[in-house]
Each structure stands twice: as C-alpha cells, then as structure tokens.
C-alpha cells in the first residue's frame, strides 16, 4: 500500500510559477514509477508528466513542455513538478499518481489532489 499526499497548489497570474510536491509513503513507494494528472469540472482526467523509478526517463504532455518539469528523490520519496509560465488554462486539481499509465489515465494509487488557479 502506498500512501500519496500533495501540497504546493494556489493562486497565481499568469506567467507565474508554482511548485507542486508529492510525498510518497509506504514499503515500496520507492520502486513505483510516477506521474502527476490533472482534471477541470467536466472534463477528463488528462496526463501531464510522469517519471520512471530511478528519474532517468521523463514525459509530458505537449501542452506542458518547456514550461514544467518532473523531478523526484528517492530517500524519503517525493515528486516535485515544477509549473512554470502559467497560463489560465493550467487551471485544475493536480493528482499524483504512483505507477501511472498514460495511454489509459489508470494508476495504482492517487493522492488527494491539490488545486492549482491561474488568473490573466
């Protein structure tokens, strides 16, 4: 069983930055790939970044690329994403994902998500 917990979302203009952390807990949180997801009312939930075990292989979704980045620790397993040049449309509940599969938006668990607004 792996325990996920978000932190870091907010407010911010447009053009400002955020930086989202996802503590992981658990026996084997260490061995699990990871990813970040996020949702608007309405709509699906949609992949944004994921990272493999030990951070050697990252992806993101083409409407964040270039603006944020995935990164993680390994000894005491956090998962950082970085957002950079926020735009409105970034708006959304941001969800941390352990073993994240991006073709069918699954995962083996979810964290609680943490909401992120951005205003023009």
């Known amino acids: 069983q792996v325990q996920l917990v978000e932190s870091g979302g907010g407010s911010v203009q447009a053009g400002g930055s955020l930086r989202l952390s996802c503590v992981a807990s658990?026996?084997?949180?260490?061995?699990?790939?990871m990813g970040w997801f996020r949702q608007t009312p309405g709509n699906e939930r949609e992949f944004v970044a994921s990272i493999s075990r030990y951070g050697s292989l990252t992806e993101y979704a083409d409407s964040v690329k270039g603006r944020f980045t995935i990164s993680r620790t390994n000894v005491g397993v956090t998962v950082y994403l970085q957002m950079n040049n926020l735009r409105p449309e970034d708006t959304a509940v941001y969800y941390c994902a352990a073993n994240p599969i991006r073709a069918t938006m699954k995962a083996d668990y979810w964290g609680q998500g943490t909401q992120v607004t951005v205003s023009s």
């Open positions: 658990g026996r084997s949180a260490s061995s699990y790939p």
